[in-house]
């Protein structure tokens, strides 16, 4: 079975700082990685996904995630970041041929201005 | 275009009536995901269609729990003798093909008096 482990909870932040949400994933097999970010009272939205190729995947509204096999780990990534990336940010994993996502715990993104 | 929709948007019932949440994909969309988020448990898959049939129905957590799709469009999420742990925003989802990228619906607000 699969597991994703968001590491922080909470992340504060002060705007044009960059920031890291880690996650690390379990599985024994190979998975497909997404980002999905849910920002106050809205549904979740795909930030970003990593199904194969570069590793290095990017949104386009500034953030990146780097798939690491060694490491099990899909962190998400920005250099810069601005008031309106308030929201809770959840990794999530799905096993190639399967179809369900596995989510993390989340982790809550605050801007401080 | 229009995205998955979900209604009602809040249901508030009493502890052992029964509840039904309807889901609209997005049209052509051949996959149906439901979930659900509560603060305790997090995001959780709970069944998967794809047409009517459900091939993954791991989620469900009891017999309480059931849902149908009809027509490969509209599905309906039933939960017979409504506890209170059932209290949770139920999310459904659709995606094109597998693997593709899953989109939310607003999710629906179960409250069990």
């Known amino acids: 079975a699969q597991s994703v482990t968001q590491l922080d909870s909470q992340v504060p932040v002060f705007e044009e700082a960059p920031v890291e949400l880690r996650c690390n994933y379990s599985?024994?097999?190979?998975?497909?990685l997404f980002w999905y970010v849910q920002y106050p009272n809205q549904g979740l939205q795909l930030l970003l996904k990593?199904?194969?190729?570069?590793?290095l995947v990017e949104s386009i509204n500034g953030f990146e995630a780097e798939f690491n096999k060694s490491q099990t780990s899909f962190h998400l990534r920005k250099p810069s970041v601005h008031i309106s990336d308030t929201a809770e940010y959840f990794c999530?994993?799905?096993?190639?041929?399967?179809?369900?996502?596995?989510f993390g715990q989340g982790t809550r993104l605050t801007i401080n201005p | 275009g229009a995205g998955v929709s979900q209604s009602p948007s809040n249901k508030v019932t009493e502890k052992g009536k029964d509840v039904e949440l309807r889901c609209d994909p997005i049209?052509?969309?051949?996959?149906l995901y439901w979930y659900r988020q509560s603060l305790g448990q997090g995001l959780e898959f709970l069944i998967y269609?794809?047409?009517?049939?459900?091939?993954?129905k791991s989620g469900l957590p009891s017999d309480r729990f059931s849902a149908e799709r009809t027509g490969g469009s509209v599905s309906t999420l039933t939960i017979q003798r409504t506890q209170q742990e059932d209290s949770a925003v139920y999310l459904c989802?659709?995606?094109?093909?597998?693997?593709?990228?899953?989109?939310f619906g607003p999710g629906t607000r179960l409250t069990v008096l």
């Open positions: 599985s024994s097999v190979s998975v497909y």
């Open positions: 269609f794809q047409g009517n049939s459900a091939p993954d």
């Open positions: 990593y199904l194969s190729g570069s590793t």
């Open positions: 999530a994993v799905s096993r190639l041929g399967a179809q369900k996502l596995v």
């Open positions: 989802a659709s995606s094109f093909g597998v693997p593709d990228t899953q989109y």
């Open positions: 049209s052509g969309h051949t996959a």
